[in-house]
């Protein structure tokens, strides 16, 4: 668990937040120049606020109040740079090693082994950074980060500098990283998908300010932290498992929620999934639509409404805890008469893999 | 080879080729520690005197040899204050002996040493010496095992560069240490006085040629070094 509260003025701007990053992945997600990155250096002990707090497993790195402010070595935070800073001079055997020798002792330590299995950079060891891909770049500088026995590990848009396909490629080896260490993890971003993909926790930064904070699914469904985010592009989660492959080319995803059917994907049964749900792919019914080509519908109980120009973002509880956004028009809210409490069935168009 | 070079030069040229080379290696080894403070705090460094500093390093490439030279005898001469305390307490004389000849030269290739170093050390990225310290790694650690390497290349560029000049060193050093033959004669004083004398053409072409070729190999290696800072620092 890291706590964190910072004050700081720049010229022309200022930083003012406070948020919990529990285990998990936390996502810090914002606007280029919104103070996420600062509020990562902070952290790391690259760069002192005028004022604040941080905390890290009860272990206090910084404290203006009573002026603690460790260094980056005895902070132990590690940092995985957006532009991977590899050491030019050394191998990516060297590199991914550099870490070691300064660690933390008793600290818990994966083996080489593991983590060149876990990032596959198996045929990488003897090279040197300049002749690595991008992708292969940032895996490094993940596998360095995660050898020196962090308390915790920030990524700062490891995939920023990537294209689409490289993307893609890292995302799994991320997830990896989310479920098969105990390190918790701050990442930041400003594209949407990875958060979605990756994050157990949210925390939305605007201007210098937390605007939204908490769980994934919770903030992704509220609807006035959906309002705040940028574009059409607003939509809730659905975490669910895999638990059959249809005959028509169906994949059946149960959720506590109820089951989905999705367009085939290539996972195997039990594993884990996330949907997202774009609050434009949801109909609301106050019947069960009958003569219908969706294949998911789920009962659902409307409990906010926030209008939003001629439509309105209407959050609506699932039975099994979940939460949906849907975006309708003010006109059919008022003829469906919806108000905070009315039951009703929520038809999902489709729904995306994120 | 050693003889034929001895013979060629003859005994004068050589015992002055021998002192010159012994001078330039001292003068280069001793000022390798503080050169590179220097050109750390230069590079690296924000503190009040920075500019006094950057200055003091340069000075000796700006003022007439001869004055640093009278400088020098002023402060470190037998009877100067300085020079006084020093052969008392730590029996350490400069004035006319090679150790000033080499102190002389130290202080004159200075600037370049620095500078070539200060160059070099710009030239790696702090942000990588600040991913180092987030994985755990002290200041001193640091700099042994990141800044070092990547600017070993322009160290030892530096180094060629000060040897090379403390080779050719003459005004300061003519200035402070004389030029006695054995003790204080190093190549350019050798050739200064066989210019003195009539009928010994030879024997200054020789010393010419030899201060050409010390100055050519010099200047070429410390260009390859310079070149592989570049590389190191790309990682190729």
Redesign the interface.
Same mark, same amino acid.
């Given at each position: 668990m890291l706590t964190v509260a910072l004050r700081h003025r720049f010229t022309g701007f200022a930083l003012n937040v406070a948020f919990d990053a529990p285990a998990g992945v936390t996502a810090l997600f914002g606007r280029s120049g919104s103070g996420k990155t600062t509020i990562v250096n902070a952290v790391?002990?690259?760069l002192r606020t005028d004022a604040g707090r941080i905390v890290a497993d009860g272990r206090v790195l910084f404290d203006s109040a009573t002026r603690v402010d460790l260094?980056?070595?005895q902070? *132990?935070?590690?940092?995985v740079?957006q532009?991977a800073?590899? !050491?030019?001079?050394l191998t990516v055997r060297q590199n991914l090693l550099?870490?070691a020798r !300064?660690?933390?002792q008793g600290a818990v330590a994966p083996s080489l082994d593991t983590v060149v299995d876990l990032l596959g950079l198996g045929g990488l060891l003897p090279r *040197?950074?300049?002749?690595l891909s991008g992708g292969e770049q940032a895996r490094v500088g993940i596998g360095?980060?995660l050898l020196?026995r962090p308390r915790l590990m920030i990524l700062d848009e490891p995939l920023a500098a990537l294209d689409g396909q490289r993307r893609a490629e890292i995302l799994p080896y991320l997830e990896r990283l989310r479920d098969d260490t105990a390190v918790p993890i701050l990442y930041i971003s400003h594209a949407m998908a990875e958060v979605t993909r990756l994050a157990t926790t949210l925390v939305m930064i605007e201007a210098g300010r937390v605007t939204q904070a908490g769980p994934i699914d919770r903030v992704l469904s509220d609807p006035l932290a959906a309002r705040s985010m940028e574009g059409g592009d607003v939509g809730a989660v659905l975490s669910g498992h895999v638990t059959a492959q249809e005959p028509d080319g169906l994949t059946r995803i149960t959720t506590p929620d109820g089951d989905l059917l999705v367009p085939m994907v290539a996972a195997s049964p039990g594993q884990t999934l996330r949907l997202r749900v774009k609050a434009a792919e949801v109909i609301l019914s106050l019947s069960r639509p009958q003569d219908s080509s969706a294949l998911n519908v789920l009962p659902a109980t409307v409990a906010r409404i926030e209008p939003d120009g001629p439509t309105a973002l209407v959050q609506v509880r699932l039975d099994g805890g979940g939460a949906l956004l849907a975006r309708i028009t003010c006109r059919s809210v008022a003829a469906l008469g919806l108000a905070p409490g009315t039951a009703c069935f929520a038809t999902i168009k489709s729904a995306g893999l994120v | 080879m050693g003889a034929a070079l001895s013979e060629w030069l003859g005994p004068d040229g050589a015992t002055a080729l021998a002192l010159s080379l012994k001078v330039a290696f001292w003068a280069t080894l001793v000022s390798l520690p503080p050169g590179l403070i220097c050109a750390m705090a230069l590079a690296r460094g924000r503190f009040w005197g920075r500019g006094l500093l950057n200055g003091l390093v340069h000075l000796p490439l700006i003022l007439p040899p001869v004055v640093t030279g009278y400088l020098l005898l002023v402060v470190l001469g037998r009877r100067a204050p300085v020079g006084a305390w020093l052969e008392q307490s730590l029996g350490i004389v400069f004035a006319f002996r090679w150790t000033g000849a080499a102190l002389a030269a130290a202080i004159m290739g200075f600037p370049l040493m620095v500078r070539a170093m200060r160059l070099a050390i710009e030239a790696v990225d702090p942000r990588l010496e600040e991913a180092a310290a987030t994985l755990g790694a002290s200041r001193a650690a640091i700099f042994a095992t990141i800044t070092l390497p990547l600017i070993l290349p322009g160290v030892i560029a530096g180094a060629v560069l000060a040897f090379a000049k403390a080779m050719g060193e003459f005004g300061a050093t003519i200035t402070f240490v004389s030029n006695i033959p054995g003790q204080t004669q190093t190549l350019p004083s050798a050739i200064y006085a066989a210019l003195q004398v009539p009928g010994s053409d030879v024997t200054v072409a020789r010393l010419v040629i030899l201060s050409i070729v010390v100055a050519l190999v010099a200047l070429a290696l410390s260009e390859v070094m310079s070149r592989a800072v570049a590389r190191r620092i790309a990682g190729r």
């Amino acid at each position: 668990m890291l706590t964190v509260a910072l004050r700081h003025r720049f010229t022309g701007f200022a930083l003012n937040v406070a948020f919990d990053a529990p285990a998990g992945v936390t996502a810090l997600f914002g606007r280029s120049g919104s103070g996420k990155t600062t509020i990562v250096n902070a952290v790391a002990g690259l760069l002192r606020t005028d004022a604040g707090r941080i905390v890290a497993d009860g272990r206090v790195l910084f404290d203006s109040a009573t002026r603690v402010d460790l260094t980056p070595q005895q902070r *132990r935070i590690g940092y995985v740079f957006q532009d991977a800073r590899l !050491f030019p001079h050394l191998t990516v055997r060297q590199n991914l090693l550099y870490g070691a020798r !300064f660690a933390r002792q008793g600290a818990v330590a994966p083996s080489l082994d593991t983590v060149v299995d876990l990032l596959g950079l198996g045929g990488l060891l003897p090279r *040197r950074p300049a002749l690595l891909s991008g992708g292969e770049q940032a895996r490094v500088g993940i596998g360095r980060a995660l050898l020196a026995r962090p308390r915790l590990m920030i990524l700062d848009e490891p995939l920023a500098a990537l294209d689409g396909q490289r993307r893609a490629e890292i995302l799994p080896y991320l997830e990896r990283l989310r479920d098969d260490t105990a390190v918790p993890i701050l990442y930041i971003s400003h594209a949407m998908a990875e958060v979605t993909r990756l994050a157990t926790t949210l925390v939305m930064i605007e201007a210098g300010r937390v605007t939204q904070a908490g769980p994934i699914d919770r903030v992704l469904s509220d609807p006035l932290a959906a309002r705040s985010m940028e574009g059409g592009d607003v939509g809730a989660v659905l975490s669910g498992h895999v638990t059959a492959q249809e005959p028509d080319g169906l994949t059946r995803i149960t959720t506590p929620d109820g089951d989905l059917l999705v367009p085939m994907v290539a996972a195997s049964p039990g594993q884990t999934l996330r949907l997202r749900v774009k609050a434009a792919e949801v109909i609301l019914s106050l019947s069960r639509p009958q003569d219908s080509s969706a294949l998911n519908v789920l009962p659902a109980t409307v409990a906010r409404i926030e209008p939003d120009g001629p439509t309105a973002l209407v959050q609506v509880r699932l039975d099994g805890g979940g939460a949906l956004l849907a975006r309708i028009t003010c006109r059919s809210v008022a003829a469906l008469g919806l108000a905070p409490g009315t039951a009703c069935f929520a038809t999902i168009k489709s729904a995306g893999l994120v | 080879m050693g003889a034929a070079l001895s013979e060629w030069l003859g005994p004068d040229g050589a015992t002055a080729l021998a002192l010159s080379l012994k001078v330039a290696f001292w003068a280069t080894l001793v000022s390798l520690p503080p050169g590179l403070i220097c050109a750390m705090a230069l590079a690296r460094g924000r503190f009040w005197g920075r500019g006094l500093l950057n200055g003091l390093v340069h000075l000796p490439l700006i003022l007439p040899p001869v004055v640093t030279g009278y400088l020098l005898l002023v402060v470190l001469g037998r009877r100067a204050p300085v020079g006084a305390w020093l052969e008392q307490s730590l029996g350490i004389v400069f004035a006319f002996r090679w150790t000033g000849a080499a102190l002389a030269a130290a202080i004159m290739g200075f600037p370049l040493m620095v500078r070539a170093m200060r160059l070099a050390i710009e030239a790696v990225d702090p942000r990588l010496e600040e991913a180092a310290a987030t994985l755990g790694a002290s200041r001193a650690a640091i700099f042994a095992t990141i800044t070092l390497p990547l600017i070993l290349p322009g160290v030892i560029a530096g180094a060629v560069l000060a040897f090379a000049k403390a080779m050719g060193e003459f005004g300061a050093t003519i200035t402070f240490v004389s030029n006695i033959p054995g003790q204080t004669q190093t190549l350019p004083s050798a050739i200064y006085a066989a210019l003195q004398v009539p009928g010994s053409d030879v024997t200054v072409a020789r010393l010419v040629i030899l201060s050409i070729v010390v100055a050519l190999v010099a200047l070429a290696l410390s260009e390859v070094m310079s070149r592989a800072v570049a590389r190191r620092i790309a990682g190729r």
